[in-house]
């Protein structure tokens, strides 16, 4: 076979997800992108080390910086979300909490709608603002003019998720891109519920994508792991950004200067935050969530089928209140759902049970397939109460603008044959 799979741009999702970023001939034959399971790297000769140390040359020396099988993932979620550069980190929330400090300095704000996963919501409310980062929240991210009353000259980006944990609100990503983009800031999505295979935010208009890979992208529920993708090509040189200005010079004339441009936001990110903070994924990490990549298009396809045909069941179920899934027709977001997801709006619902917390509880201790867990994103259904868990501690009216209820449970629907997981939903709403 010829390697060339591994760089051609040319090819299918499906393709690029099984090959793109490794190249065999580099790592003698192996099939399976090997593990490198190393501290360091030789550095080889002074003159090596030095070109290394320079940046003068590309290549491996310490793991906290990068690692062979950590660059194959990076490269191939830059090829599968259409991106021109990835990195990957131990966590989701170290994604997003490395992205915050390479964006915001003391003093900047960023603008974020209030769909947000509790754990970010948390990070923005009260561990950013001793640090002097602030959110400032837009009120309502149906509406272009909250996310415009948001935005002040402090403001770095605009940051939300393509479907809201657990809402499953759909945001409007080509107008909020153009309003980001009039105040010449980026903007952030992140699309862990999506994946790119159901959405590719750099199509419309998105700057930086994140993911906790944790979810569907390793997509077996054995590893927590984020990653942070750039579209590239964003100007940081527009005023707004002293600490791209700086960096640029710091690095102007040792890393290739068209490279240091277009890759920017992430080139910073590694050798300012993943270096210095160290937030790095293990290689067994890495490995783990490209073994789960091979097989993202099937099992997302799955996700989607059965999350609609289980939403369409407890729609009609009178002891359900209400189900938050935007591929539903009636849902406040079908429109956008049908621009944005074609595929289908992802794999988790909303689910209002009525009867409030004691419905949802008795609901939990009933079922039999869906595993209680706060995890989502696994290949097996998974079901939660947020308001005890995810969202637990959030004073209540910040819980319930991000659409969690005490009679909300949030299911992540798996790829189990779909009469079963009915069946069991159906004798767990039983009296
Ligand atoms: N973003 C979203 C949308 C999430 O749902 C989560 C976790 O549930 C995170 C980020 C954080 O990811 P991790 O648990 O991998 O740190």
Redesign the pocket.
């Known amino acids: 076979m010829s390697y060339e799979a591994y760089r051609d741009p040319s090819l299918a999702f499906e393709t690029k997800q099984l090959h793109y970023g490794y190249n065999p001939a580099e790592h003698y034959r192996s099939k399976a992108v090997p593990i490198y399971q190393t501290t360091a790297f030789e550095l080889g000769s002074f003159e090596r080390c030095e070109r290394l140390f320079s940046f003068r040359e590309e290549g491996h020396s310490y793991v906290r910086y990068s690692n062979p099988t950590n660059e194959v993932l990076e490269k191939r979620i830059a090829a599968l979300e259409g991106g021109a550069a990835a990195v990957s980190m131990s966590?989701?929330?170290?994604?997003?909490s490395n992205t915050f400090f390479n964006l915001a300095q003391q003093g900047d704000e960023i603008a974020a709608v209030k769909t947000?996963?509790g754990?970010?919501t948390t990070l923005l409310s009260k561990v950013l603002p001793p640090y002097g980062i602030k959110a400032n929240w837009i009120e309502n991210a149906d509406d272009p003019d909250s996310y415009r009353a948001a935005i002040t000259d402090k403001t770095k980006a605009v940051y939300v998720?393509s479907l809201g944990?657990p809402g499953m609100n759909v945001i409007d990503l080509e107008t909020v891109a153009a309003i980001a983009h009039e105040h010449g800031i980026p903007l952030i999505v992140?699309n862990?519920?999506a994946t790119p295979y159901l959405l590719c935010p750099f199509e419309f208009g998105a700057d930086i994508v994140?993911?906790?890979?944790?979810?569907y992208l390793s997509g077996h529920g054995t590893i927590?792991?984020?990653l942070v993708v750039e579209k590239g090509g964003f100007d940081w040189w527009n005023g707004k950004f002293p600490q791209f200005e700086e960096f640029y010079k710091d690095y102007a004339g040792k890393i290739e200067e068209k490279s240091l441009r277009n890759t920017a936001f992430t080139r910073r990110l590694r050798i300012r935050y993943l270096t210095e903070f160290g937030s790095s994924l293990s290689p067994i990490g890495a490995f783990l969530v490209l073994q789960g990549l091979e097989t993202l298009s099937l099992r997302m396809q799955r996700h989607a089928d059965n999350a609609m045909k289980l939403a369409e069941f407890l729609k009609n179920h009178p002891k359900i209140l209400d189900v938050a899934y935007p591929s539903l027709p009636g849902s406040p977001y079908y429109g956008l759902a049908k621009k944005y997801f074609p595929r289908g709006s992802g794999a988790i619902l909303s689910v209002r049970v009525k009867g409030g917390l004691e419905a949802a509880k008795r609901v939990l201790q009933k079922v039999r397939i869906f595993d209680y867990l706060?995890?989502?994103g696994d290949a097996k259904s998974l079901i939660v109460h947020p308001a005890t868990s995810?969202h637990y501690g959030l004073p209540e009216d910040v819980r319930k603008e991000a659409g969690v209820y005490d009679d909300t449970l949030r299911i992540s629907v798996g790829i189990e044959n779909i009469d079963d997981l009915i069946r069991d939903m159906a004798q767990a709403l039983e009296d």
């Open positions: 966590s989701g929330m170290s994604a997003v947000l996963y754990g970010t998720e944990n992140d862990t519920f994140l993911h906790s890979s944790t979810k927590i792991s984020g706060v995890n989502v995810t």
